[in-house]
């Protein structure tokens, strides 16, 4: 998804609405700051002899507000950096005949509805009517401007669709046609390259320029956010490169200022259209992007980001971002830029619809979203209701993508008064009112340095009407911007005359010599009868400050040096000291030294700046000889590197032979870079992302640490019964006791507890919980002498197990559940564990837990016969067996693990470790606490293998089981194994 914006989607897109509107008019920029606000005076290489004064840093001069223009339709207002940008570009129209505005469109499978299927932003190209309908009020632009229009796409790559071609009033359908066409003839082009595609636009824009040196904008109509290949480090690259600044540190930081601070000063307004329609919440912060990309600062997940210099110098034009969540709005977009350009400003209705056109207003412009609308014209004026089919003189009426856009010529007297508009359907309605006036700065202007001038030039209307300064009220203010791109300075209020010719008396300064950017405006502006508020007017004009004949001239009168890079590195430049020009000597003073002052560096480095020069200075002077030239070579370093554009001013006296002295100021401005370390940024990113991980990590520990536990909870009922295990497997109650006849008289409540992290069993050792990254591991570990053995497996890789994996196999500790009612396990002696095949089956303690189920009759001979039906058991007590034995004789005589015992009859007692006990005879282990013995069975008989239970939720209560007969549960008759009990489903 692409977006970001580009040149003045105002003046691209809808030049308002009928024959020039009063296109030098100017919407008024915000109050700010001089500081604050960022000017823009084109530079001369992208406006051809005028610059253009920022309206934002202008609004410091003459105190002039901006205007949010707001939609009610529900696209984004301006921000005061974009009513700067249209103020941009109404002053650059208003005295340069060319306006080159390039089209660069998505292309991204987004918009497609056979690459994104119902999720697609503009399946039905409306986008392709937009466009098209803008090119059509582009040729009404009037008051003498030459439209001319370029078009391309861009995808995974840039494709260019529409060589320059100039659009006119003749034209207008055609190329209306063309363009629509183009655009929905055009495939997806894959992903989102932002900068490809600005790349190739920007491209196009600097070859116009070179051939006719007119206004530019550049409008960027994108869906979403940048994209390549889906691959972040590439989009963090890329982002990189087109801010200028490091805005995502996953990346190399961007050389140089980026692209979009690189259309700013060469006097390209951009501007950014996003239309968000089903947005991803992936992009949500990518697309945010757009507004510092395009204005120079804006708010990224609530914090302040920055591209470029910021805010751009007054030698620069500004951009504008707008929002449309639909293409309805969209179209509505076009419109209102549009509007503003042409030098509409909004005016609210009244409750019913009405409103008031005032002697001084030129013309107005409607838009609604009802297609029912009609408009009632002045009481008496003879002028019929206006409705979609009105054909009337002086009325234009344009329907694009829902919205109806109706201009009105205020060509006489019956057309001012009080209107009705009428909107059945309700919705959104908005009012735009257009003085009509332009200045125009006299040609013969022209001034000398120290020497007073006088600034001429005339108030007329755009329509050729007569023009009667009565109907308004108005300050026209004229304002200079400084070459060193510091904020514009007023000096001075011109006064008018009742034809409209003004004046202005003004002597230049230090601070004027050579080239001079002037700024006239017509701020604040309303009409005298209902003091409706009108966007204020304004000009540009350049003017070169003239020397006079004897004093020396320093040239160039603006010095840019070089580029410096890195901190060893240094940006130079170099002056040429001219004797004067009636064949005088003179010299060159520099107060301060050849020194420039800085006036901006965005990387706060003042202090450390070295400035060097081959100047031969004499009493802090250059003599230059009459007839001669001495040049002077400058120098700049500074260690601290870093990626900025830095402005200074070179203070010099020019001294004539008789002594006399005329101050001036030359400007010295040049960017500096910071060369990237790729080995110690990539090794910082390295320790950057493995601390992160590690953090991660320890994060999920902690968490795992703080949660985990043993779940102990209530009516939880534990067991303790004389057994043995079998080489079969087969676990059996010993001393005569039937395990699965037990009972609740078998079984002792437990104290209730919460979860636990670590508890103590009477028989079984220490139960404990051992969180690990992503999970936890539960282990008894068995008491001193004895090995313990449950039917569970334990978790985690062999790798995590590590040591516990040979504790376990030892029978030393033994996994377990987290639910403690789930648990059962045995416990064996040591000196049992070791005795020999033929002694039988090798006694032990089963302990058992479970929660009491009252409401279950066959709760615990169900649960016992979980117990003995599992004949696993017996591999992990075979496998502990033959290790154990192994330890005891010290590995001779050799030892196997066969599944069932010891093979090679080498395990005698006399050959154990001192470690292992030697009893005297194997007995089964019996716990002292045990909290109660087995009842002895009731019948000498011998007792039937115990039949299964049927599966729980079954009808069938499980069958009777006999109680066992031998006293010892030992012997060489030894009853079947009991069959498997079925599986619950």
């Not at 509505?332 to 005016?347: D, E, K, S, W």
């Not at 207003?361 to 009609?374: E, I, M, N, Q, R």
């Not at 309700?426 to 735009?432: A, P, Q, S």
Request: proline share 7%; with cysteine.
């Amino acid at each position: 998804m692409r977006r970001v914006v580009t040149v003045l989607l105002a003046a691209a897109v809808a030049v308002g609405a009928s024959v020039g509107l009063g296109a030098a008019a100017a919407v008024p920029a915000a109050t700010a700051s001089a500081s604050g606000a960022t000017g823009s005076a084109n530079a001369a290489s992208a406006i051809g002899d005028t610059a253009a004064t920022n309206a934002a840093a202008l609004a410091s001069a003459t105190g002039s507000t901006v205007l949010a223009a707001t939609s009610g339709s529900g696209t984004s207002s301006l921000s005061t950096t974009g009513s700067a940008a249209i103020d941009d570009v109404r002053r650059c129209i208003a005295t340069n005949s060319q306006l080159d505005v390039y089209y660069l469109i998505d292309a991204s499978g987004s918009l497609y509805s056979d690459v994104s299927g119902s999720t697609a932003t503009d399946p039905d190209f409306v986008r392709a009517d937009i466009l098209g309908n803008s090119l059509k009020q582009l040729a009404n632009l009037g008051n003498g401007v030459q439209v001319n229009y370029s078009a391309g796409f861009f995808g995974t790559e840039f494709k260019p669709a529409v060589d320059w071609t100039p659009v006119t009033a003749d034209t207008a359908d055609a190329q209306a046609t063309a363009l629509n066409q183009a655009i929905r003839n055009q495939p997806s082009l894959g992903y989102t390259n932002w900068g490809a595609g600005i790349a190739g636009a920007q491209a196009a824009l600097a070859a116009q320029h070179a051939a006719n040196g007119g206004c530019q904008m550049l409008v960027w109509l994108t869906d979403g956010a940048l994209n390549l290949h889906d691959d972040d480090a590439q989009n963090a690259a890329a982002l990189n490169t087109l801010c200028g600044n490091t805005v995502d540190g996953s990346s190399e930081p961007a050389d140089g200022l980026g692209a979009f601070n690189d259309m700013r000063a060469s006097g390209i307004v951009v501007v950014g259209v996003l239309l968000s329609v089903n947005p991803d919440p992936a992009d949500a912060t990518q697309t945010q992007y757009m507004r510092p990309l395009v204005e120079s600062s804006g708010e990224v997940n609530g914090t302040t980001v920055t591209c470029g210099q910021s805010p751009p110098p007054s030698t620069s034009v500004n951009g504008a971002l707008v929002q449309a969540t639909d293409p309805t709005q969209l179209a509505t977009v076009f419109a209102n830029l549009g509007v503003l350009i042409n030098g509409g400003y909004p005016q609210p209705f009244d409750a019913d619809g009405g409103f008031q056109v005032d002697p001084g207003v030129s013309t107005f412009t409607v838009l609604t979203v009802d297609p029912a609308w009609s408009l009632a014209a002045p009481a008496g004026s003879g002028i019929p209701n206006l409705t979609a089919s009105s054909t009337e003189p002086g009325v234009k009426i344009t329907t694009t993508g829902g919205v109806t856009e109706i201009d009105v010529d205020v060509s006489s007297a019956a057309y001012q008064g009080h209107w009705m508009l009428t909107t059945p359907a309700g919705g959104d309605r908005e009012l735009y009112l257009y003085s009509g006036l332009k200045i125009v700065p006299d040609t013969s202007n022209a001034l000398i340095a120290g020497v007073a001038g006088t600034l001429k030039g005339t108030i007329a209307t755009t329509t050729g009407r007569a023009l009667d300064l009565s109907n308004y009220t108005y300050s026209l203010v004229v304002s200079k911007v400084p070459a060193d791109g510091s904020s514009a300075q007023k000096i001075g209020t011109a006064t008018a005359t009742a034809d409209g010719s003004f004046s202005l008396d003004y002597t230049p300064g230090a601070d004027d010599g050579g080239t001079m950017n002037l700024v006239y405006e017509l701020n604040p502006l309303a009409t005298a009868k209902s003091n409706s508020t009108l966007a204020s007017v304004s000009a540009s004009q350049q003017l070169q400050v003239a020397i006079p004949a004897n004093f020396p001239t320093v040239t160039p009168s603006s010095l840019a040096l070089s580029t410096l890079m890195g901190s060893k590195g240094k940006a130079s430049g170099t002056l040429t000291l001219t004797a004067p020009a009636d064949g005088s000597a003179g010299s060159v003073c520099f107060p301060n030294g050849v020194t420039p002052q800085i006036v901006n560096d965005p990387a706060d480095r003042s202090s450390s700046w070295q400035f060097t020069s081959n100047a031969q200075l004499a009493n802090g002077c250059v003599a230059v000889p009459a007839g001669q030239s001495v040049t002077v070579d400058l120098a700049a370093t500074n260690p601290v590197a870093a990626n900025s554009s830095v402005t200074a001013k070179l203070p010099v006296v020019l001294t004539a032979a008789d002594g006399s002295g005329l101050p001036e100021t030359v400007p010295v401005t040049f960017s500096t870079t910071r060369p990237v370390n790729a080995a110690a940024f990539n090794l910082t990113a390295v320790i950057l992302i493995v601390l992160g991980l590690l953090i991660a990590l320890f994060m999920l520990w902690l968490m795992n640490f703080v949660t985990a536990g043993i779940a102990h909870g209530r009516q939880l009922l534990r067991g303790s019964f004389p057994a043995t295990i079998s080489q079969q497997g087969n676990i059996e109650g010993a001393r005569g006791t039937d395990l699965s006849a037990a009972s609740l008289d078998d079984f002792a409540y437990q104290r209730q507890l919460d979860t636990v992290k670590r508890m103590t069993d009477a028989d079984l050792g220490a139960l404990r919980s051992k969180p690990g990254l992503f999970n936890t591991r539960y282990e008894i570990e068995a008491p001193a002498g004895s090995r313990v053995f449950t039917p569970f497996a334990a978790t985690g890789s062999a790798r995590r197990l590590g040591r516990s994996r040979g504790d376990i196999e030892r029978g030393m500790i033994a996994p377990m559940p987290d639910q403690l009612n789930k648990l059962w396990a045995l416990v064996i002696r040591d000196a049992d564990l070791l005795q020999s095949p033929a002694a039988g089956p090798i006694p032990a303690t089963l302990v058992v837990y479970k929660r009491n189920d009252p409401r279950n009759h066959d709760q615990f001979m169900e649960r016992m016969l979980d117990v003995t039906r599992d004949t696993k058991l017996w591999a992990k007590v075979s496998r502990a067996r033959v290790v154990v034995g192994e330890q005891a004789s010290g590995g001779a005589g050799g030892t196997g693990s066969t599944g069932s015992g010891i093979s090679g009859g080498n395990s005698s007692t006399s050959t154990r470790s001192p470690a292992i006990p030697s009893p005297a005879a194997p007995t089964a282990s019996t716990s002292a606490t045990a909290p109660t013995a087995a009842r002895p069975p009731s019948s000498s008989e011998p007792s039937a293998p115990p039949a299964p239970s049927a599966p729980r939720g079954g009808d069938q209560a499980a069958p009777a089981v006999p109680r066992a007969s031998s006293p010892d549960g030992a012997g060489g008759n030894q009853p079947p194994p009991p069959p498997p009990r079925p599986r619950r489903q």
